[in-house]
């Protein structure tokens, strides 16, 4: 394996966990390190789109206070899991990457009954 392909892997892999952890930290309210995962020109869309907000989100500050609206929102009355999977990388290069994963996610009324909420593509 060439040196150019372990960095690409590691690179992949390191993605990955950046993708693994938007889910993880949207979900347990940490609103300053989920938005740290973007960059401060970075662009968010969600397909289909929900209708919560004007997609897509342009911009670190702008996703971290829509996204922290919407989190205000469904907390009060639900737990939510953001659950992303099938990821797959449309490009990807020394400065830049470009990914597809599915999102799925479930919600419970507190003290209730999980159940899918919403299923996309981001």
């Known amino acids: 394996m060439t040196e150019q392909l372990i960095t ?6 390191l993605i990955r966990e950046t993708i693994d952890s938007y889910g993880t930290l949207y979900d347990a309210g940490q609103l300053e390190e989920f938005a740290e995962l973007f960059a401060d020109d970075a662009q968010l ?12 989100l342009v911009g670190r500050d702008v996703i971290k206070e829509k996204m922290g609206q919407r989190y205000a929102e469904v907390s009060v009355v639900a737990q939510r899991r ?3 999977t099938n990821t797959i990388f449309k490009s990807l290069n020394q400065t830049e990457a470009e990914t597809q994963s599915f999102g799925t996610i479930l919600s419970a009324d507190w003290g209730g009954i999980p159940e899918l909420r ?3 593509v981001y």
């Open 8 to 13: 690409e892997a590691i690179d992949r892999l």
């Open 118 to 120: 919403a299923t996309g």
């Open 45 to 56: 869309t969600i397909e289909p789109d929900p209708g919560y907000f004007e997609l897509p």
């Open 82 to 84: 953001h659950v992303t």
